[in-house]
């Protein structure tokens, strides 16, 4: 089955203590892309990837760091999480970027509390 | 910069009324423009783009929407509401090329709800 995966799906830290939220796509997708969902702002996105080895920041990428070693993986770090990355976090793949139009296929979400 | 406002927080509809859900975008250049749907405890999925061509867009379940260039809207439309529409609608746009070509911007969402 076509999907997007992110791991886990339900956290509980404290503050400073570093994590990583996983996301895995099967569908040899070129671009992915990170977002987080907070009431009252919708989605915002931290960072994006056109392809292995090259990212870029979005509109909110301060805290969070990500890499794309492989074409299929796009993990998000948070070095020191603070408890306003509380939030609900989405990851994203396309076939290609969505300056070409491209649609984006969601992951099931990842939902983050920092205490 | 490229923004995107969906200027209803909510919307009421009943239940075989049209409906309507607005978005108005921001962007310098020539926009890419999505509408996506999220249902409660759900992730996000695609209902319509318009990428060029005609600006009326149809898409998944009975929604389109329309383009309009000089107004810089795309408004989301379904003729006959159903109770299962009721959901979190969210409008996004993108840069057709350009530097920031890999930005998607969405809108802070529309709840809404049709009433039986």
């Known amino acids: 089955e076509a999907q997007v995966t992110q791991n886990p799906r339900y956290l509980i830290t404290v503050t400073g203590k570093k994590l990583t939220v996983t996301c895995s796509q099967n569908m040899n997708h070129e671009y992915m892309s990170w977002y987080r969902q907070d009431p009252g702002l919708g989605l915002r996105q931290i960072y994006y990837?056109?392809?292995?080895?090259?990212?870029d920041k979005g509109d909110v990428p301060e805290g969070y760091k990500v890499s794309r070693k492989e074409k299929r993986n796009f993990p998000l770090i948070l070095e020191s999480p603070s408890p306003n990355q509380t939030s609900l976090y989405f990851c994203?793949?396309?076939?290609?970027?969505?300056?070409?139009?491209?649609?984006?296929?969601f992951g099931p979400g990842t939902r983050l509390l920092v205490l | 910069a490229q923004s995107v406002a969906q200027p209803e927080d909510q919307v009421n509809v009943a239940e075989g009324n049209p409906l309507t859900v607005k978005c108005t975008y921001s962007?310098?250049?020539?926009?890419?423009l999505f509408w996506y749907v999220q249902y409660p405890n759900r992730g996000l999925q695609f209902l319509l783009k318009?990428?060029?061509?005609?600006?009326l867009v149809k898409g998944s379940y009975g929604f389109e929407a329309e383009f309009n260039k000089s107004q810089t809207s795309f408004h989301l439309k379904k003729p006959s509401a159903l109770v299962s529409d009721s959901a979190l609608y969210f409008c996004a746009v993108s840069l057709a090329g350009g530097t920031s070509y890999g930005k998607l911007t969405f809108g802070q969402g529309t709840i809404l709800t049709v009433h039986p």
């Open positions: 962007v310098s250049g020539n926009p890419y």
């Open positions: 994203a793949s396309s076939p290609d970027t969505v300056g070409r139009g491209e649609t984006q296929y």
């Open positions: 990837s056109m392809n292995v080895e090259v990212t």
């Open positions: 318009y990428i060029t061509g005609d600006n």
